[in-house]
């Protein structure tokens, strides 16, 4: 499966964004997929993921109440919703899918897109 994001951009500090994930071939729907992101000289961190049938979502704490991640298996489609963005959520975003839900937040997802910029300016 390949994943490409995108949505990326420069935003304001209280501006919303939207990140889409979109996925090769309709296996994405057994997939469950999460969304990591990067900022330049830190490790990546996890910031959501949503189960394949999209009923249950995990998010850090840094994000919580903000962001939202869906899905539409029918498009082969993942999002992330970046609500109330912040300097802090500043990095490169990372969509990554994986069957085993555990697997993303492990960080070793089978498959990974190659990220899209996201730069809050304050």
């Known amino acids: 499966v390949q994943l490409v994001e995108t949505g990326g951009g420069l935003v304001h500090a209280g501006d919303s964004l939207t990140l889409s994930c979109s996925a090769s071939?309709?296996?994405?729907?057994?997939?469950?997929v999460g969304w990591f992101r990067q900022a330049p000289g830190k490790e990546r961190e996890l910031v959501a993921v949503i189960s394949f049938s999209g009923e249950n979502a995990y998010y850090a704490d840094a994000v919580q109440g903000r962001f939202i991640s869906t899905r539409d298996n029918d498009k082969n489609l993942a999002y992330l919703r970046m609500n109330s963005v912040n300097p802090a959520d500043t990095g490169r975003y990372y969509c990554a899918a994986d069957l085993a839900y555990n697997a993303i937040v492990d960080g070793h997802a089978a498959y990974w897109g190659q990220g899209t910029q996201v730069t809050v300016s304050s």
């Open positions: 071939d309709r296996t994405f729907s057994m997939l469950a």
